[in-house]
């Protein structure tokens, strides 16, 4: 670039684009939020007791099938969220 093309640049500001109307979001149910804390609590608990039980177990192994589950439950919790 050129000095010629930075002021050109610098002379022309672009235009702020418009505004867009901000979409309505409907609410999220309480109760949603308390199954997702809950399945946050219940991952935690499950891994807790899990290294209780078995402490021979590697955590990560621990980590990966609680995980695992965590992630299944994502996936319809949010698919009913949508």
Not at 26 to 43: R, S
Not at 53 to 66: C, G, L, S, Y
Not at 70 to 80: D, G, I, T
């Amino acid at each position: 670039m050129t000095k010629n093309d930075n002021q050109a640049r610098s002379d022309n500001p672009q235009a702020p684009a418009p505004q867009e109307q901000p979409q309505k979001r409907l609410p999220v149910p309480t109760g949603m939020i308390w199954t997702f804390w809950g399945a946050v609590a219940a991952a935690v608990i499950a891994a807790r007791v899990w290294t209780a039980m078995a402490p021979q177990t590697p955590d990560r192994v621990i980590e990966r099938w609680v995980m695992l589950a965590f992630a299944a439950f994502l996936a319809v919790f949010l698919a009913k969220l949508k």
